[in-house]
Structure formats: C-alpha cells, structure tokens
C-alpha cells in the first residue's frame, strides 16, 4: 500500500513538472514585440547581409570576397519556439559569391536585432565560410 502511495505521489509530481507554460503572445507583453519583420526575399534584408558579410571579409579575412547574387530564397520557419518568445524569421538561399562559387546561406530576422536594439536585424551564415565556427557545425546555430 505504501509503495503505491509513493508511486502515485511520484507520478503527480511528474505529471505538474511537465505541464505547460503559460503562454502569452509577444505581442500582448507590457513592454510588447510587434512581430513586424520583413520577409527573407525583402531587399534590405538582403543589403543587409551582403553589406555584413563584405565588412567582416574586409575586416578579419582580407580574401576580398562578396556576396553578388541571392537565389532560391525560402523561408523555413515563422517563430518556431512559440508565439511568447522574440519573433524571427528563419531563411536560407544560395548566394553567388564573387569567387564563382554558389554557397547555401542561412539566416535569421529578429525583431530588436538592430542597432542598440531597436528595428529588426539580420544574423547569417555562409556554408563553407564560418572560418570561426560561430555557427558551427555547418551553420547550424542559424536554423530552428
């Protein structure tokens, strides 16, 4: 009797950790999101990138490529983690690279991304150009 106590007793407290959270929509907080981002083929999105990438292959690897083109571009999840966390936009696309190369880029549109945290803001990865494995392995860290 006594280990059926306990059983029952484990299993309730099993039950109560696992329930849900509650979950209140972003746009619903006091200090709310307004879940206003653009689309992955959005052209600043895209300047965006292609201005980011030119800057750090400037600025750390002096190899002087560029992003030149965008193909195939798809979105790939709209707030994957819920309607209660940041919104994003998850994306990936071929770029053309000024090497003659096509390499898969996926990407991330966050909302409270940009400069000193207000406006949407882009992070990104290029297969094959994460040389400091950031978003390792293979750019992983920027899909859901």
């Not at 994003?88 to 696309?93: G, K, P």
Request: with cysteine.
């Amino acid at each position: 009797m006594r280990r059926v106590a306990l059983l029952s007793l484990l299993a309730l407290v099993a039950a109560s950790a696992v329930q849900a959270r509650d979950v209140v929509p972003a746009e619903r907080r006091i200090l709310p999101w307004d879940a206003n981002i653009p689309a992955c083929q959005d052209p600043s999105v895209l300047e965006n990138i292609t201005a980011a990438f030119a800057s750090r292959e400037d600025k750390f690897w002096t190899e002087g490529l560029r992003l030149v083109a965008y193909e195939q571009i798809n979105p790939v999840a709209w707030r994957p983690d819920g309607l209660d966390l940041i919104p994003r936009r998850f994306c990936t696309a071929v770029a053309h690279v000024n090497d003659g190369r096509k390499r898969r880029i996926d990407y991330v549109v966050r909302e409270d991304l940009g400069f000193a945290g207000f406006g949407w803001g882009v992070t990104w990865c290029v297969h094959g150009l994460d040389r400091h494995w950031a978003d390792a392995p293979g750019c992983r860290m920027k899909r859901p």
